[in-house]
Nanobody
Framework: QVQLVESGGGLVQPGGSLRLSCAASGSIFNIYSMRWYRQGPGKQRELVAIIASGTTNYLDSVKGRFIISRDNAKNTTYLQMNSLKPEDTAVYYC???????????????WGQGTQVTVSS
């Protein structure tokens, strides 16, 4: 079983920065991809950023402001969020996919979510 623990959310003023972290633990053999999603009030969940095989992709509205990274030794992904806007307010979820060596099967695990509020 693979567990994810997120941290780093909070309240920030417009133009400010936050860094989210998501640490994966458990019976991890390999990680294919690490992703960040968000769900704003009254909105559907959307994919914000993904890092896989050394490449990254971003939601258009966050390009140039958010940076996703990964520490392979720690099985951790980070989302550095700069120049935050009120419309970035949402619950942010990490998602990690890979191979579970105990189950000998793919896993698709989700973090518990962390609230990011951008407001003056």
């Amino acid at each position: 079983q693979v567990q994810l623990v997120e941290s780093g959310g909070g309240l920030v003023q417009p133009g400010g920065s936050l860094r989210l972290s998501c640490a994966a633990s458990g019976s991890i053999f390999n990680i294919y991809s690490m992703r960040w999603y968000r769900q704003g009030p009254g909105k559907q969940r959307e994919l914000v950023a993904i890092i896989a095989s050394g490449t990254t992709n971003y939601l258009d509205s966050v390009k140039g402001r958010f940076i996703i990274s990964r520490d392979n030794a720690k099985n951790t992904t980070y989302l550095q969020m700069n120049s935050l806007k009120p419309e970035d307010t949402a619950v942010y979820y990490c998602n990690v996919r890979g191979i579970d060596f105990v189950a000998s099967a793919n896993f698709d695990s989700w973090g518990q979510g962390t609230q990011v509020t951008v407001s003056s």
